[in-house]
């Protein structure tokens, strides 16, 4: 009895000094704040400072130092806001140094292990100005007469979240980035239309940023992107989610609901969750504003997958529900398109090419265009239209003689009615435009 005590304490009292070795160093840039990611073999005591003149970033870790082979000036060179790392032994920790190019705010925090992550040592280092203009609030500025509709692209992962992973190291972040730009592409070129998306690169934004850049940009509708893995390999096709509260529709909803759910914890967020008072807050506006969001979405979200089931094979021919975090905005109609399952080796080689990726991006850009038309935003260009006439093609009838009779300019017709050449069919409606 006395000797299992006394081995317990010894434990107690060895465990802080035990020595870690720093494994690894990634870096990841977003437009807002570069993030330095210290791989540890255990936990860290550490702390950081700042210097000036020349701008450096200091960080002492007490207790770790470099695994053999780890070079720690080969990491990242000339990067948007810093020049270089470099490292010296101190004490019986290490000193890692960052040059910065400019004055940079560091907030650092510690993050626990979770596959296929260890102990994490993560350096977010912002541009000190972009830090202290955060405080200021800007006041909304009323919006223009006939607006764009907005719409969000949330590119799913990033950075230390990789997403799902299929085939040839594929990973989900990169696929998704791809698809997402294209789907921006797709809808910028509609006209009444802009697209904002919340990821621009390869970095890790949590849920609630996602969000809140979609917010500021006063996105009409938020749709996030993912291509994701199932247990089986044979789960196949895009599908549609919109957000549940009590529960998912489905065990793939659900199973994709925990495993997007677990991206924060991958990707580092220091500043975790809201807090206890905000919490209550947000669930009272989730109640309030969600029941008339969530039938918008639903429907926004069918019309979309109506599209996609035109191109591609569909998981689901219903839009499901899960409690995915990402689609919580109490304020803005949100969904989230599985774009295919890049555990299933054929879609994952679909989900990579350019033409596929192109079609995906049109289909959703049409679903949301027809959506839309029918939905529109008050005050948007888009509400303009549906007042605006209307023209059914009759047997003789041809383009410059429709616009002749309405005192249109021909082009302004095939514009408005994204008409290519001169083809037109009986039956078919065209939309008169009402040139400013
Ligand atoms: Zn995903």
């Given at each position: 009895m006395a000797k299992t005590f006394l081995t317990v304490i010894l434990c107690v009292v060895w465990l802080p000094v035990v020595a870690a070795t720093l494994d690894g160093v990634r870096v990841h840039e977003s437009p807002e704040a570069t993030r330095i990611v210290l791989d540890t073999s255990a936990g860290v005591k550490y702390k950081y400072f700042t210097l000036d003149k020349p701008h450096r970033v200091v960080i002492d870790l007490a207790t770790a130092t470099p695994a053999k082979g780890l070079?720690?000036?080969?990491?990242?060179?000339?990067?948007?806001?810093?020049?270089?790392?470099?490292?010296?032994?101190?004490?019986?920790?290490?000193?890692?140094?960052?040059?910065?190019?400019?004055?940079?705010?560091?907030?650092?925090?510690?993050?626990?292990?979770?596959?296929?992550?260890?102990?994490?040592?993560?350096?977010?280092?912002?541009?000190?100005?972009?830090?202290?203009?955060?405080?200021?609030?800007?006041k909304p500025q009323p919006r223009p007469k006939n607006r764009d509709v907005v719409i969000a692209i949330d590119a799913g992962h990033g950075g230390e979240d990789p997403g799902a992973l299929g085939p040839k190291r594929l990973q989900e972040k990169h696929l998704v980035l791809q698809i997402a730009r294209r789907t921006a592409t797709a809808i910028d070129a509609k006209p009444g239309y802009r697209a904002v998306l919340t990821r621009t690169g390869d970095y890790y934004l949590a849920h609630r940023k996602r969000t809140a850049?979609?917010?500021?940009?006063?996105?009409?509708?938020?749709?996030?992107?993912?291509?994701?893995?199932?247990?089986?390999?044979?789960?196949?096709?895009?599908?549609?989610?919109?957000?549940?509260?009590?529960?998912?529709?489905?065990?793939?909803?659900?199973?994709?609901?925990?495993?997007?759910?677990?991206?924060?914890?991958?990707?580092?967020?220091?500043?975790?969750?809201?807090?206890?008072?905000?919490e209550v807050l947000a669930h009272v506006l989730l109640d309030l504003s969600m029941d008339g969001n969530r039938s918008y979405s639903i429907e926004a979200g069918q019309s979309i997958l109506n599209q996609l089931g035109k191109m591609t094979k569909l998981h689901k021919k219903q839009v499901e529900q899960a409690s995915f975090l990402v689609l919580k905005s109490p304020d803005m109609p949100s969904i989230l398109v599985e774009t295919g399952f890049i555990s299933n080796p054929q879609e994952a080689r679909r989900l990579s090419q350019k033409e596929h990726q192109t079609k995906l991006a049109s289909a959703i850009a049409d679903g949301i265009d027809q959506f839309m038309r029918s939905n529109p935003p008050p005050g948007t260009a888009i509400a303009a239209r549906r007042q605006e006439l209307r023209h059914t093609i009759a047997r003789g009838d041809t383009l410059s003689e429709i616009a002749a009779r309405y005192g249109v300019s021909a082009n302004a017709l095939k514009r408005r009615n994204a008409i290519r050449g001169d083809k037109i069919r009986v039956g078919q409606t065209l939309f008169i435009p009402s040139e400013l």
């Open positions: 070079d720690v000036t080969k990491v990242a060179k000339d990067l948007l806001r810093i020049k270089g790392l470099r490292g010296a032994p101190r004490g019986k920790g290490f000193r890692l140094v960052i040059d910065a190019k400019l004055k940079l705010q560091p907030n650092a925090f510690t993050l626990k292990p979770i596959a296929p992550y260890g102990h994490r040592l993560v350096v977010d280092l912002a541009s000190f100005d972009k830090a202290r203009k955060k405080k200021v609030a800007a850049i979609a917010r500021e940009a006063r996105a009409d509708l938020f749709v996030s992107l993912h291509a994701d893995a199932f247990t089986s390999s044979a789960a196949r096709g895009a599908s549609v989610y919109t957000l549940s509260d009590r529960g998912a529709t489905s065990e793939t909803a659900k199973w994709l609901a925990e495993r997007a759910n677990q991206s924060d914890l991958l990707g580092g967020v220091g500043d975790v969750s809201l807090s206890d008072k905000d």
